[in-house]
């Protein structure tokens, strides 16, 4: 575009005729003529001089009409054609242009297409996420809806809970008891210290409980993730199992195996915000041994999850909010 105007720049637009360029230079009327002036003989004899003829006044020359001295004005001498040396910079320009901002535009779409720790100067480090696969909801069986949806206001999962389950990430080792298929009851009280598997057996065989679910793996960076889901036979059984574990936990009572004392984590507890789930966050209260544990309670509908999560020297918040967050969204 600078090229194009710089040589309609060069090129100019044609002059326009000035009207003042036709007009007629008129001798100005009534000016006497002189007459002509000589030697006179005295001996001469006298002769006559014939008097002067008057002399007559000039016509007046009418006035021009500027209109009509434009028209008469001969027109304007065409531009000199433009030398070929002058052509030939132009196109030479005008490519150097179009090769210039192709190019950058090429620079530009393969880093935007790049990776941001691929670009050299913008590089930054892992905030500590897991890098998990694309996630998607399973199919439904024709004539059935989500729960939360019009249409299942009993708030029921209408397909298998094993496809429910959080995938492990990219790097993990799946732990090769919990492969996500289908666990039995101890599975997920072996998760419960001792003193209270006894009490929590008792009371899931109250609460017409279905199926449970489960998948585990560790990462390189050295934490043991447990995923499990309970699905009762209604809402009313899963949200009663929620409060009833929610109010042991305030007691210290049904902990995890080897947590002594446990104190709310507040922070994935807000951060994670899914309409219709609740979500309730706790972790091992210092001091504690040499491996710190961290699980949520998660309660959508008629399933209930539970995921812990161990580490030597302590848990990582970033990955078990991500987890927590992602569980959560697969349930809701």
């Known amino acids: 575009m600078t090229e194009q105007a710089q040589t309609e720049t060069r090129t100019g637009t044609p002059a326009e005729t000035d009207a003042g360029t036709g007009a007629v230079v008129v001798a100005e009327a009534g000016s006497p003529v002189p007459a002509q002036a000589g030697p006179v003989d005295v001996d001469a004899p006298s002769v006559p001089v014939p008097a002067a003829a008057p002399v007559l006044a000039a016509d007046p020359v009418p006035p021009v009409d500027p209109v009509l001295a434009t028209e008469a004005a001969p027109a304007p001498a065409p531009a000199p054609k433009k030398s070929r040396r002058v052509l030939w910079g132009i196109v030479r320009w005008t490519a150097a242009v ?117 998948r585990g793996w560790t990462t390189p960076d050295g934490t043991s993730t447990r995923i499990h889901l309970l699905r009762f036979s209604s809402v009313a059984f899963a949200e009663d199992f929620k409060d009833e574990m929610a109010g042991r936990l305030v007691r210290s009572e049904w902990l995890p195996d080897g947590v002594e004392t446990q104190e709310a984590d507040a922070g994935t507890t807000q951060d994670v915000e899914v309409p219709y789930v609740a979500v309730y966050a706790y972790k091992e209260a210092e001091p504690y041994g040499p491996r710190q544990t961290r699980w949520s309670l998660i309660q959508a509908g008629d399933t209930f999850a539970v995921v812990t999560q161990t580490r030597k020297g302590g848990t990582l918040t970033v990955p078990f909010q991500q987890t927590v967050a992602l569980q959560a969204q697969l349930l809701g």
């Open 98 to 214: 179009l090769v210039c901002g192709g190019v950058g535009a090429g620079a530009a779409m393969g880093i935007t297409a790049m990776e941001r720790t691929d670009v050299p100067g913008l590089a930054t480090e892992s905030d500590g996420r897991w890098e998990y696969p694309e996630l998607a909801l399973p199919a439904l069986p024709e004539g059935v809806q989500r729960p939360f949806t019009d249409g299942n206001e009993a708030e029921i999962h209408h397909t298998d809970v094993r496809k429910l389950l959080l995938p492990a990430p990219a790097g993990a080792t799946v732990d090769p008891k919990l492969k996500g298929g289908w666990a039995g009851v101890d599975s997920y009280l072996a998760e419960l210290t001792e003193q209270g598997r006894g009490e929590v057996k008792a009371y899931l065989a109250d609460s017409a409980l279905r199926h449970v679910a489960a």
